[in-house]
């Protein structure tokens, strides 16, 4: 490959993997507040979640795996795993990798959930909305397409529909501590001689 189809190969694998992310945490949430997708069962979200989770790091992989071997900018392998030592943008790429890393987290206690547990698997699984600002941030800052009108516009419509899915599971979240405090508050009064 040349340089030059490596550098639009890192970026159309760039963009897929916004793309791909962003519909992984909408997904994650439709998971988690039990939502089921027009035409799927519940149990079919989920699948849909975890093939898509796992398509988008195949993504990923390939983005990384084209940002080091285009020859164009020196990125070594170390600086995909290691974050902040590449010479390169340090910052932005940096930022990257601890998205890169959270993301390996996230994905390796998935496929390992049987063994270390759910509540183990919850506490790293939360890693995932750190995860994907992290990479939002990574990609304005490095991304050579930043500023162009498309990736704008899809730059905001993944903004958007993450913090519209976001705000509704706060707001859920929210609801269901209100109920639980009224039901405790009301067995706690009907305890009272």
Same mark, same amino acid.
């Given at each position: 490959m040349t340089s030059e189809t490596l550098w639009y190969a890192n970026r159309a694998t760039g963009a897929i993997c916004l793309i791909l992310f962003t519909i992984v945490v909408l997904l994650g949430i439709a998971v =988690?507040? =039990?939502? $089921? +997708? &027009?035409? +799927? &069962? =519940? /149990?079919?979200? #989920?699948? +849909?979640? =975890?093939? +898509? %989770?796992? %398509?988008?790091?195949? /993504?990923l992989a390939l983005h990384i795996g084209f940002a080091v /071997? !285009?020859?164009? *900018?020196? #990125?070594?392998?170390? !600086?995909?795993? *290691? &974050? /902040? *030592?590449? !010479?390169y943008q340090p910052l932005w790429l940096g930022l990257g990798t601890v998205a890169f890393d959270l993301m390996l987290a996230v994905v390796i206690t998935s496929l390992l959930r049987q $063994?270390?547990?759910h509540r183990a698997w919850r506490a790293v699984h939360w890693l995932a909305y750190a995860c994907w600002p992290m990479a939002l941030i990574h990609g304005t800052g490095i991304g050579t397409d930043t500023g162009t009108d498309w990736m704008t516009w899809l730059t905001i419509t993944c903004v958007a529909a993450v913090l519209t899915a976001g705000g509704i599971r706060v707001a859920h979240s929210a609801r269901a501590a209100r109920h639980t405090s009224a039901a405790l508050l009301r067995t706690a009064e009907g305890a009272r001689p």
């Open positions: =988690r507040l =039990r939502t $089921r +997708l &027009p035409g +799927l &069962p =519940r /149990f079919g979200t #989920i699948g +849909l979640h =975890r093939t +898509l %989770s796992l %398509s988008a790091t195949a /993504f /071997f !285009d020859g164009y *900018v020196n #990125i070594t392998a170390l !600086d995909a795993i *290691v &974050p /902040f *030592v590449s !010479d $063994r270390i547990g």
